[in-house]
Nanobody, 119 residues
Framework: QVQLVESGGGLAQPGGSLRLSCAAS????????INWYRQAAGKEREWVAS????????KYADSMKGRFTISRDNARTTVFLQMNSLKPEDTAVYYC????????????WGQGTQVTVSS
């Protein structure tokens, strides 16, 4: 039973912070690259960040650089997305995704967690 379960979303003020988690089970977590994607209402799905299975190398969309940090704990089979300096345009449903290519959609998806940034 493959599962990716996101949590940690909620309401934040502009300039605030949230930490998202993605708990994985049912597959060999350490062999997969993990992507975070987001989708705002009425907009296309957007790639946010990626982290490799070995070495923990990270990549970010330009608008996330310096504000978001992706990390993983293979022992806990969990991926994190630390979001700082949040902006209203960060409002979206955030999804984690397991695959084999950075920035390319993989097979396994979580259910998503809502992030709302508003004053």
């Amino acid at each position: 039973q493959v599962q990716l379960v996101e949590s940690g979303g909620g309401l934040a003020q502009p300039g605030g912070s949230l930490r998202l988690s993605c708990a994985a089970s049912g597959f060999t977590f350490s062999t997969y690259i993990i992507n975070w994607y987001r989708q705002a209402a009425g907009k296309e799905r957007e790639w946010v960040a990626s982290i490799t299975n070995i070495g923990g190398y990270t990549k970010y969309a330009d608008s996330m650089k310096g504000r978001f940090t992706i990390s993983r704990d293979n022992a806990r089979t969990t991926v994190f997305l630390q979001m700082n300096s949040l902006k209203p345009e960060d409002t979206a449903v955030y999804y984690c995704n397991a695959g084999f290519w950075e920035g390319h959609e993989g097979i396994y998806w979580g259910q998503g967690t809502q992030v709302t940034v508003s004053s």
